[in-house]
């Protein structure tokens, strides 16, 4: 039943569900990823080959035209499908790196970076002293050990002055020059952040040209697909005597029918029903590519 399997290959077209489209990729135990590589190939290479099963060779001519119309829908769907589109161009859908948070981002740390860590040491320290003098209005705290604080107390505020004092100005010119750095990296982040952008942008653009290129061949190349199917199935006639011939096989008597092309030969032996099928569905389809 080869015949058949090519000639559902061939027949890249779309209609209304006759039976449902599980029940034939069960009933001929073929996949969807062989039914997809099938209709890839006919739109691309006009190339058209399935494997065999010995299932159809039980199908009445009803049910080889119920199973071309389900097929057709299936093989309509994945046509119209983005994925078909990236099989097509031979790329998967393009992804971007998530960048709309950055802005935000790099000014937080911006903002972080310009925070003097020398004066938030200092102001730390400070509140360390604070936090001790409130503790002396503890009235569980005797004089001893109110006096002892107290010499605490006093000791780390001299400490933190002489500290204060000694490392202020070179903490600070050493922090100047790290800001500056800091805002000289901050605009070429924010220059980077832009660039970036933009490039996503022009590969966004130029994904959207090649798509749109791609569809426009596709359909180009179907219509020729369909056409072409119309053309050859234009008037078969059924009905057409056949003869004996060679090692067993029938020939047309017709030698005009004989000299047709194995495409043609496939056709005929599908069976009217089927291909009428096909023809009808075949037809509505060009119609929407119009």
């Given at each position: 039943m080869k015949p058949i399997y090519l000639f559902f290959s061939c027949i890249i077209l779309g209609g209304t569900l006759a039976f449902k489209p599980k029940d034939v990729f069960n009933d001929l135990n073929i996949t969807h990823q062989e039914v997809k590589t099938q209709i890839l190939n006919g739109i691309k290479q006009e190339t058209y080959r399935f494997p065999v099963n010995k299932l159809a060779k039980?199908?009445?001519?009803?049910?080889?035209?119920?199973?071309?119309?389900?097929?057709?829908?299936?093989?309509?769907?994945?046509?119209?499908?983005?994925?078909?589109?990236?099989?097509?161009?031979?790329?998967?859908?393009?992804?971007?790196?998530?960048?709309s948070g950055a802005e935000e981002n790099l000014a937080a740390q911006f903002a972080s970076a310009e925070a003097s860590s020398f004066q938030m040491?200092?102001?730390?320290?400070?509140?360390?002293?604070?936090?001790?003098?409130?503790?002396?209005?503890?009235?569980?705290?005797?004089?001893?050990?109110?006096?002892?604080?107290?010499?605490?107390?006093?000791?780390?505020?001299?400490?933190?002055?002489v500290f204060e004092q000694e490392h202020k100005e070179q903490q600070l010119e050493i922090e100047k020059e790290a800001k500056e750095n800091n805002r000289k990296s901050y605009a070429q982040a924010q220059q980077d952040?832009?660039?970036?952008?933009?490039?996503?942008?022009?590969?966004?653009?130029?994904?959207?040209?090649?798509?749109?290129?791609?569809?426009?061949?596709?359909?180009?190349?179907?219509?020729?697909?369909?056409?072409?199917?119309?053309?050859?199935?234009?008037?078969?006639?059924?009905?057409?005597?056949?003869?004996?011939?060679?090692?067993?096989?029938?020939?047309?008597?017709?030698?005009?029918?004989?000299?047709?092309?194995?495409?043609?030969?496939?056709?005929?032996?599908?069976?009217?029903?089927?291909v009428m099928a096909a023809r009808s569905f075949a037809k509505d389809w060009l119609k929407e590519l119009e």
């Open positions: 039980t199908l009445s001519p009803e049910a080889r035209a119920a199973a071309v119309t389900a097929l057709a829908v299936f093989a309509r769907e994945y046509v119209n499908s983005k994925d078909f589109l990236y099989d097509y161009m031979g790329t998967g859908e393009a992804t971007y790196e998530d960048i040491q200092i102001d730390f320290s400070r509140q360390g002293i604070e936090y001790m003098k409130k503790a002396l209005d503890n009235p569980y705290l005797g004089a001893a050990e109110k006096a002892e604080m107290k010499k605490q107390i006093a000791e780390a505020e001299k400490e933190l002055n952040l832009e660039d970036q952008k933009a490039q996503q942008e022009l590969l966004k653009g130029l994904q959207k040209e090649e798509e749109e290129k791609t569809a426009k061949e596709i359909r180009k190349q179907l219509k020729i697909r369909l056409e072409k199917f119309l053309a050859d199935t234009e008037g078969m006639d059924f009905n057409a005597k056949l003869i004996p011939g060679r090692n067993g096989v029938s020939k047309f008597a017709d030698p005009q029918l004989e000299a047709k092309d194995k495409q043609w030969k496939l056709y005929f032996r599908a069976g009217e029903a089927p």
